[in-house]
């Protein structure tokens, strides 16, 4: 019986299709500019090495810096003028209550003329508007103070995209020299994912049914890997094809080109 399972898996994988493939890693992305500036810092003998948690492009950010430092420091002046104001805001309104309370005393009082009530309603209206003038000069503050907050993080961001990072990433290509001017979308650099690897097979209509389940062979071998992914749409590109890809551990160099059969599994009885 074993015998015959061997011959009848000998035979599928005589019958089993043929594709090839190359080695590539899991992700290769295309890395753009963000923002636009100078470029300070490309070192090209980090081209092929995998980079660690320190920029391997750097685009001039001393204004930025400059800028978000003046912003911390206003920021903390306003907000000490609203404590100020605040303070302001507490002794007014005591104040406003007092006043509040006298005119309602005058003005039950009869022997009070009309120009002494007038006086007194005046002032009463008086404090009434230093106190509304301090709100809003409180809330006037706070719209500054949360316009510099939303200054401050877009600095942030503008920072943080001048200094590209990729850490456990192979630099695959740079785009770029120091001394180079980059605007918004100017290529920078392609950066790969080489903690995987991955094989791209297309297949015809017929081959896409259970093609999860079938087994891999890669140059004639068998392995454990499956098809990860099958794409359901057909290919632009290689026309009426389904796209496939077998995920696998990374080799010690990629790019090289494999011979990959999918055969269907064997069950023995």
């Not at 097979?201 to 004639?220: C, Q, R, S, T």
Request: charged share 30%; proline share 2%; no cysteine.
């Amino acid at each position: 019986m074993k015998i015959l399972l061997a011959l009848i898996l000998v035979i599928s994988i005589s019958f089993a299709k043929v594709y090839y493939a190359k080695v590539e890693p899991f992700e290769v992305r295309n890395i753009s500019s963000n923002v636009s500036g100078l470029v300070m810092y490309a070192n090209e003998d980090l081209i092929g090495t995998r980079l660690s948690s320190k920029p391997y492009i750097r685009i001039d950010d001393k204004l930025d810096i400059k800028e978000l430092q003046y912003i911390e420091d206003k920021l903390e002046y306003l907000r000490k003028i609203v404590d100020v104001n605040n303070k302001v805001l507490d002794n007014l309104s005591r104040s406003l209550e007092k006043k509040r309370q006298n005119y309602s005393k005058v003005v039950a009082l009869k022997f009070k003329s009309s120009v002494e009530k007038d006086k007194e309603y005046y002032d009463l209206i008086a404090n009434e508007n230093s106190n509304l003038n301090t709100q809003k000069e409180i809330e006037n503050l706070k719209v500054q103070i949360t316009d510099l907050k939303l200054r401050r993080a877009y600095l942030q961001r503008s920072i943080d995209d001048k200094r590209l990072i990729a850490d456990g990433f192979v630099l695959y290509n740079l785009l770029v020299k120091p001394g180079q001017v980059v605007g918004i979308s100017t290529p920078l650099a392609k950066v790969a994912d080489v903690s995987k690897a991955k094989l791209t097979i297309y297949l015809d209509e017929a081959d896409v049914v259970n093609v999860k389940k079938k087994l891999v062979y890669i140059d004639g071998k068998k392995t454990s890997y499956k098809v990860s992914r099958v794409l359901s749409i057909a290919d632009s590109i290689n026309i009426s094809k389904y796209m496939a890809q077998i995920i696998m551990p990374s080799p010690k160099l990629f790019s090289k080109l494999v011979k990959v059969e999918l055969v269907k599994e064997q069950i023995s009885e």
